[in-house]
């Protein structure tokens, strides 16, 4: 009798082909905010189409967007199966700073159980499992699912192009639920679920005061100096606290549910972290700056009075939050605080994505719960993570999808930071457990 090939058989016979085909694609600078390095995003983008191809895909193709293209595919089991929708993207930040990296960023090398190159873990490691984990399903015909993916190359610039590409393709990017890997396990044991990210929203705000900067010696105390009036502007968004004083911030809050703070409490007993210190970074909206200039900041002295001041925020929504209500908040609060027509304030937005929160109680979830327990001996942490990623608010808001998160790497993988690596446990950890989720089926 003929033993059955298992998933762990084919990882182990083909370490040395799944090792060699990470670091052919980890090779590929595709950083999509550097319109210099859009060729290679291209080229990242052909190397998913064949890689999906040889995995057994009958319909692959690259698709043109407004911006960088997408590659979709797709694989008809069974028309009495659910069909699942694989997201991940092939896009990678830059390597900035290239001084600090240890090796060449865009030059993979294996050390230490790691592999190490840009986009190792976010999100080229990542969205590879899910293509090998269907390509060992496909040789032995075991899948209960019928697939289709969709790989996109602007993750890393906001999936400014998907959203409209989603809208355009509701037909043929139809299906019954979402599996998307990008996101971490709790820790190298336990595996973790994400079932609800948050909204984002971009601001730039900008104070123009005189055309061209002065001399502080000859106008000072003379001229209105713009930094003043920003600092000033700042300040009156946050009390000391770092309570968010603009109007409406915190209303239209849907309230956490039975089912999340039991999710709440087995998240805040496993992490040993105050349950208040989460529901901030779970069910709170945020308002951070995150960068200011103005004026002279090199080396030495340069006595001016500045024409000009920027700052940069991001705001972070919840569940149930309007985001065109709180753009509308922020420009009534400027105009109440910015009464000084010595400046030209100008206020320039992006709503990159609104906020998602899933049911955990459908099947689909316990299917990831029972596919996860094949390779990891603890029980999966569902969490409700601070960031955003855009595509879950897409399906659901544009697709009506359900989306699981099922991620394989470590918040210390140093993802977007010098140094990124990806565990190749966790890799193949992350093919298994994926090859169960989809042989498993509902």
């Not at 840009?118 to 075991?142: H, S, T, V, W, Y």
Request: hydrophobic content about 35%; some cysteine.
């Amino acid at each position: 009798m003929i033993k059955e090939l298992t998933i762990s058989d084919f990882i182990k016979d083909n370490k040395a082909n799944l090792n060699q085909e990470l670091i052919d694609f980890l090779s590929i600078p595709s950083v999509s905010t550097d319109s210099t390095k859009h060729k290679h995003v291209k080229s990242a983008a052909d190397f998913v189409r064949k890689s999906l191809k040889n995995a057994g895909a009958d319909e692959v193709e690259i698709i043109e967007t407004d911006g960088l293209p997408v590659v979709f595919g797709e694989k008809t089991i069974n028309s009495n199966y659910p069909t699942l929708l694989i997201y991940g993207h092939y896009d990678v930040q830059p390597a900035d700073s290239l001084e600090l990296w240890e090796s060449d960023p865009f030059t993979p090398i294996i050390k230490e159980d790691k592999i190490f190159a840009r986009g190792a873990c976010d999100d080229k490691a990542q969205m590879m499992i899910p293509i090998k984990a269907f390509e060992f399903l496909n040789k032995q015909e075991a899948q209960k699912f019928n697939l289709k993916f969709l790989f996109e190359g602007e993750e890393e610039v906001g999936s400014i192009s998907l959203n409209k590409f989603i809208n355009e393709n509701k037909e043929k990017l139809n299906a019954d639920f979402s599996l998307i890997i990008d996101t971490f396990l709790f820790d190298k044991s336990t595996p973790a679920i994400v079932y609800g990210t948050k909204g984002a929203i971009m601001m730039d705000l900008a104070i123009q005061g005189l055309e061209k900067d002065m001399h502080s010696g000859l106008y000072g105390g003379l001229v209105k100096n713009p930094i003043d009036e920003i600092s000033r502007i700042i300040s009156s968004f946050k009390d000391k606290e770092g309570k968010v004083l603009i109007n409406g911030f915190y209303q239209d809050i849907t309230p956490p549910s039975s089912t999340d703070l039991k999710h709440l409490s087995n998240w805040a007993s496993v992490s040993n972290k105050d349950p208040d210190i989460l529901k901030i970074q779970a069910y709170t909206p945020t308002l951070e700056f995150n960068g200011i200039q103005s004026g002279y900041n090199g080396e030495g002295a340069k006595t001016i009075i500045p024409a000009y001041a920027t700052t940069k925020l991001s705001i972070r929504t919840v569940a149930g939050q309007n985001p065109d209500q709180i753009v509308h908040n922020i420009k009534n609060h400027l105009e109440r605080e910015a009464q000084d027509k010595h400046f030209t304030i100008s206020l320039k937005h992006k709503i990159s994505c609104s906020a998602a929160v899933m049911n955990t109680e459908q099947k689909i979830f316990n299917l990831a719960e029972k596919a996860y327990s094949h390779c990891f001996q603890n029980k999966v942490v569902y969490q409700r993570m601070g960031g955003s990623i855009p595509v879950v608010g897409f399906f659901q808001h544009e697709l009506n999808l359900t989306s699981v998160l099922m991620g394989f790497g470590l918040e210390s993988d140093n993802i977007h930071a010098p140094n990124e690596h990806y565990h190749l446990s966790n890799y193949y950890k992350g093919i298994e457990t994926i090859a169960n989720f989809l042989k498993l089926g509902l």
